[in-house]
């Protein structure tokens, strides 16, 4: 079965630099969500969009955009690196329609801020 | 302040033995509960989840019971595996609002069994 799929699966930028990580969710899912997972934490919830319109905002930092595109991809744009933010991030699908918002994670972009 | 609180935050069992995780969670708005497994380096699977109209859901091994009243849901892996070594999170979300589908996560419990 067709996962969510994450690009780059690894990125290492320096500080100062800025980084475009992308999402392509599964077949007819057309809700996407971001989160941010740091070293032995839970992940936490950055943003979500369904049909391309942004439906909720976490702790996100404003140096932080993302957006939804017409083929339901996403791309999380991060800009002004800073250390603090080298984390694994991982977006999630889900079809909308289902009453159990079943949410399916991708294998994650692993950033290294150095 | 964590909406949804986990425990132990590890666990160690012995092959065939029974693992219990244990969360709970403050916000009564929510209403969807679902369990997720993570390998390192690995995104999080969804394991098994429930909804607070009924009390236990059994999938396999896996099994989550849940307690409305007291605000607590654990998950139970019977005759537990090596290969069940991994992370666990519990999460919580609601459906409708404007925080639609948006997980809070527990903290997680590394488990470990051993052969």
Not at chain 2, 54 to 72: D, H, L, M, P, Y
Request: glycine share 8%; with cysteine.
């Amino acid at each position: 079965a067709a996962g969510v799929i994450q690009s780059p699966r690894h990125l290492i930028k320096e500080k100062r630099e800025t980084a475009t990580l992308k999402c392509y969710p599964i077949p007819r899912h057309d809700t996407v969500y971001w989160y941010q997972q740091g070293p032995g934490q839970d992940p936490q919830f950055l943003i979500s969009f369904y049909e391309k319109m942004q439906s909720d905002k976490g702790s996100i930092p404003d140096r932080f955009s993302a957006q939804q595109f017409s083929d339901y991809h996403s791309e999380l744009n991060m800009s002004s690196l800073e250390l603090g933010d080298s984390a694994l991030y991982f977006c999630a699908s889900s079809p909308r329609g289902r009453a159990n918002n079943e949410q399916f994670f991708g294998p994650g972009t692993r950033l290294t801020v150095l | 302040q964590q909406q949804v609180k986990q425990s132990p935050q590890s666990l160690i069992v012995q092959k065939g033995g029974i693992s219990i995780i244990n969360c709970a969670y403050e916000n009564t708005a929510f209403d969807y509960f679902p369990w997720y497994q993570q390998f390192p380096g690995k995104g999080p699977a969804l394991l098994i989840a429930i909804r607070p109209d009924v009390s236990e859901k059994k999938e396999g091994r896996f099994t989550i019971s849940f307690n409305k009243s007291a605000k607590q849901f654990s998950l139970h892996i019977m005759d537990s595996q090596p290969g069940d070594s991994a992370t666990y999170f519990c999460a919580a979300t609601r459906a409708g609002g404007t925080s639609y589908g948006k997980l809070t996560f527990g903290q997680g419990t590394i488990l470990t069994v051993h052969p």
